[in-house]
């Protein structure tokens, strides 16, 4: 694990310019995850979501200074109500395969964490796949610990329009 970028390369915040890129970088990373099926997002998704009046998220690319970007970091913030700071939730850190283990993916998290304490947040925290062995041996090589005592839920799809009507399994 390198602490820096290999000579030529940069992490910069996303432009609008850069929506390609990042569509192309995301859909990547569906890919990796198996969940391709769900990806729907569009590039006007994207813009929106990044650039629009209200930005959702932001994203830090890095790439060569001159060429295309190879690796994305896609956060927003999220609120701790308990110490009533906000913390950045990593939402997706991709980076194309043909660069990997080169120290991209290290140095986009080493960028939001130097952006973490420079901005008075207390965590950089993310979700990371139960079979992705190579990410979480890489997430336990640079310190991150597993959040004990919690699981993931979501609601979606009938079950999300049964309770946004009322209904619940019982009913």
């Known amino acids: 694990m390198t602490g820096t970028l290999p000579q030529g390369?940069?992490?910069r915040d996303a432009s609008p310019?850069?929506?390609p890129d990042i569509f192309r970088l995301v859909r990547g990373l569906a890919e990796y995850e198996r969940v391709l099926n769900r990806f729907v997002a569009?590039?006007?998704d994207f813009q929106a979501m990044l650039f629009g009046p209200m930005p959702l998220a932001h994203a830090v690319l890095v790439g060569p200074e001159t060429g295309p970007t190879v690796?994305?970091?896609l956060?927003?913030?999220k609120v701790f109500t308990f110490t009533a700071r906000r913390g950045i939730?990593?939402?997706d850190l991709f980076v194309d395969p043909a660069h990997r283990g080169k120290g991209m993916g290290f140095s986009l998290l080493r960028h939001l964490a130097a952006r973490a304490v420079a901005e008075g947040c207390p965590l950089v925290e993310w979700h990371v796949l139960n079979w992705n062995e190579p990410a979480i041996g890489?997430?336990?090589?640079i310190g991150a610990t597993r959040v004990a005592d919690w699981q993931v839920r979501q609601l979606a799809g009938a079950a999300l329009t049964a309770m946004a009507e009322g209904a619940t399994r019982d009913a």
């Open 9 to 11: 390369f940069a992490i």
């Open 17 to 19: 310019a850069d929506i």
């Open 42 to 44: 569009t590039e006007a």
């Open 71 to 73: 690796g994305i970091a």
């Open 75 to 77: 956060f927003y913030y």
């Open 89 to 91: 939730f990593l939402e």
């Open 138 to 141: 890489f997430y336990e090589r």
